[in-house]
């Protein structure tokens, strides 16, 4: 890992100001760390952007919530093709969205294949998103859904039928609280941030982390950035296993390490699953958006191969910035990112608060960050 390539690229990243401010870093084989930050939490406040600084880290949730429903599979208490309505028998009455009719009403109609704990890991179960499908959107603005009504979305297919983003592991989240017979957040506080020391990471900002949080800035039509209002739903709510916690670099990145170290968080079957697909020939890893506010169309590694696993989007071949094929990866909708290669020892985050996602400024910086840890 090049030290000089990295603090190179914070101090060209800080005078472009492309970014209000962002938070870069990598930790090698030798257990080294690189990174640093740069700019401000909010371009409305003078507060520098630090490495403790808590940012919202969106999808990058996801990750967590799934190893923690692959910890339960090793010890037996819950199996990959248990149907989801076994553990939350309202999942079953959730009918599939065909579309909308000439008055605009919803085409409804109950589901007939069983939705398995494997389909929601793989998003193969018919879950999407408002912003990545819109015919979800038109139905949710219609019903009046809003953030924290995940829950009440239809499904777009029947299960295994194809690869849709989606509020798949907010479903997982609450099937491990079924299971385990605790909210989720206290459940993942036991099993995994407490054990591995990641004393910034939960569900909501505590009063001591207020004055460190960074605020969501919106990318403006000509380019520029405002800070926005912006907050999730506060508890007590649908917990959000898909999208709901707030962390740091530091936190993150010592989450991403112990999974790479044999045996700490997963038996050696399952760590090798989440970097092996598990949807067979079905496209997977795009998203088209249908929300421009939210998200810019998403396609991670453009056209190389590509496929999701058990929780990870995984690179096939080896990837354009340096990571080793079979390496995982996937972002938060804050313009935040990540990668762990097991084959290099290798993982990297690269967090801003910036919407819409997939901004190419944003984009580009986590690219630049890759370049230099494998330089």
């Not at 870093?25 to 507060?47: H, K």
């Not at 849709?164 to 907010?170: A, I, P, S």
Request: negative net charge.
């Amino acid at each position: 890992m090049s030290r000089t390539a990295v603090e190179r690229l914070l101090t060209e990243a800080a005078r472009s100001a492309r970014v209000p401010g962002a938070i870069v870093l990598a930790r090698g084989p030798d257990g080294a760390e690189i990174g640093g930050a740069f700019g401000r939490r909010s371009m409305a406040a003078p507060q520098a952007m630090t490495m403790d600084t808590v940012v919202w880290i969106a999808s990058m949730t996801k990750l967590v919530t799934t190893v923690a429903a692959l910890q339960l599979v090793a010890e037996g208490r819950l199996a990959l093709e248990t149907p989801v309505a076994a553990w939350l028998p309202a999942f079953a009455d959730l009918p599939i969205l065909e579309g909308h009719d000439a008055q605009g009403d919803p085409i409804l109609r109950p589901g007939v294949r069983p939705v398995t704990i494997r389909h929601l890991l793989t998003h193969t179960s018919g879950l999407g998103y408002t912003f990545t499908d819109a015919e979800l959107g038109r139905y949710a603005r219609a019903q009046g859904l809003g953030p924290g009504d995940s829950h009440r979305l239809p499904r777009r297919f029947e299960a295994g039928e194809a690869w849709l983003y989606g509020v798949n592991t907010d479903w997982l989240g609450e099937v491990i609280a079924a299971v385990v017979g605790e909210t989720l957040d206290v459940y993942l506080a036991r099993r995994l941030f407490q054990p591995l020391g990641m004393s910034d990471t939960g569900f909501a900002p505590r009063p001591d982390q207020a004055d460190r949080t960074a605020a969501i800035h919106a990318r403006l039509a000509d380019g520029g950035l405002a800070p926005m209002p912006f907050a999730l739903p506060p508890p007590p709510h649908f917990m959000m296993g898909g999208g709901g916690l707030y962390a740091t670099a530091p936190d993150y990145l010592t989450f991403l390490t112990a999974l790479m170290e044999p045996g700490r968080l997963l038996p050696p079957d399952l760590t090798s699953a989440l970097f092996d697909g598990a949807v067979g020939d079905l496209d997977a890893g795009d998203m088209i958006s249908s929300e421009p506010s939210l998200t810019r169309d998403y396609r991670p590694l453009g056209d190389a191969p590509k496929t999701w696993s058990l929780g990870l989007l995984v690179n096939r071949e080896r990837g354009p910035d340096g990571r080793s094929a079979g390496s995982g990866a996937w972002a938060g909708l804050g313009n935040c990112y990540y990668w762990v290669d097991p084959k290099a020892g290798v993982a990297g985050v690269c967090l801003t608060q910036i919407l819409p996602f997939a901004d190419p400024d944003a984009l580009d910086l986590a690219a630049a960050f890759e370049r230099a840890v494998y330089s």
